[in-house]
């Protein structure tokens, strides 16, 4: 089991080995933005490494939206970054689950996934894994609450498709983590990637704000038991830069029994 944490995108490497981790995941470009990303020049170098990359995509896709001025470039730029980070050797581009406006019909959001496969098969379909990973908010989202998950998997049966369970968003969104897994993996079939993170908003409360994983408000036995019954590999998105991180990351490797 590869454990890692999400990382400044300048030199992911050097990051990995200060937090002695197996595996990072950095963004490519501008997380709040809509430029595509830029060729690296590292890229021969990351392709070649030992460490495992995830390159995760910007905040503001939605391709699941009813608003054309957002879907459309969405749908674009996921495939530009999917592209971008097969070129870097990513094992998977971790994308939102989404959402649809209030008011919206959630049933043509779940539509817009598909048809946004569909535009990448188009162009010889996506050159890597993509992840869609659970989210902790919104009343209209695609992914937060599993009978939304359970219809967008319905919608994408004719595609490969990816799941990032973040145990965070899971917990804020109102998913009780005992036999998580197990329910996760009756809908997807799979689960290819955990983001570990403890949650510093409730139970239910919809917050997206992680923390620390022996702070927080989930039991960090309940994110290790999530991990251990998933066996995927592992990704912290926790606060405190390179001790906190690296602290997060020993702390698993204890509780799992797993060396570097």
Request: proline share 5%; glycine share 10%; aromatic share 6%.
């Amino acid at each position: 089991m590869r454990i890692g944490a999400h990382v400044d995108p300048t030199d992911p490497l050097a990051e990995a080995t200060a937090r002695d981790a197996e595996a990072v995941q950095f963004f490519l470009a501008d997380p709040q933005g809509w430029k595509a990303p830029k060729p690296r020049e590292d890229a021969q170098r990351l392709r070649d490494a030992e460490v495992d990359l995830y390159v995760h995509a910007p905040y503001v896709i939605n391709v699941a939206t009813l608003n054309n001025r957002i879907r459309i470039p969405s749908r674009k730029l996921l495939l530009g970054h999917a592209s971008a980070a097969a070129e870097v050797g990513a094992k998977g581009l971790i994308v939102h689950g989404g959402h649809v406006n209030a008011g919206d019909d959630l049933a043509v959001g779940f539509d817009n996934w598909r048809k946004t496969f569909a535009y990448a098969a188009d162009s010889g379909g996506f050159p890597l894994p993509v992840l869609i990973e659970n989210t902790a908010g919104g009343e209209n989202a695609c992914a937060r609450h599993l009978d939304a998950l359970a219809r967008l998997w319905d919608a994408l049966g004719d595609y490969e498709v990816g799941f990032c369970l973040d145990t965070c968003h899971a917990y804020a969104g109102g998913e009780e983590l005992l036999g998580l897994v197990d329910r996760i993996k009756a809908i997807t079939g799979r689960i290819d990637l955990i983001h570990a993170n403890n949650s510093k908003g409730a139970f239910n409360s919809g917050q997206d704000r992680h923390d620390n994983l022996t702070g927080g408000t989930i039991d960090p036995e309940l994110v290790v038991a999530v991990i251990r019954a998933a066996g995927a590999p592992v990704i912290v998105e926790t606060p405190g830069g390179v001790e906190g991180q690296a602290a997060d990351i020993a702390f698993l490797r204890e509780q799992l029994g797993t060396a570097a």
